[in-house]
């Protein structure tokens, strides 16, 4: 069924003459990113979050926001901490650890 709605689809745009030109959008893509490798002055966004040392936590699981503010965080993670290493959340990149010193 899917496959016989894209057809239709397609043969529509195509009588419509309507074409989509991504051409722009890899252009917009490509700009956005640019601007974070020509400023040197400026830390990138993924510089700034490696900069937050690892939290320390209690417990084995911990679950990440974001955010305390639930309009500025992010979709809830569960983190599991049993690694030595940090767990890193992959919304907002911060990274965890387990606290044993409890």
Not at 68 to 77: K, M, T, Y
Not at 87 to 99: E, I, S, T
């Amino acid at each position: 069924m899917a496959s016989s709605l894209m057809k239709t689809l397609i043969v529509r745009s195509s009588k419509l003459g309507t074409t989509r030109n991504l051409s722009s959008v890899t252009t917009q893509i490509s700009n956005h990113t640019a601007k974070w490798m020509q400023d040197k002055s400026k830390k990138s966004p993924m510089e700034l979050i490696n900069e937050v040392p690892p939290i320390k936590v209690h417990g084995r699981i911990f679950a990440c926001e974001g955010d305390s503010n639930p309009a500025l965080g992010h979709p809830i993670e569960f983190i599991c901490l049993d690694l030595k290493e940090p767990a890193v959340c992959k919304y907002c990149g911060l990274r965890y650890v387990q606290d044993h010193d409890h």
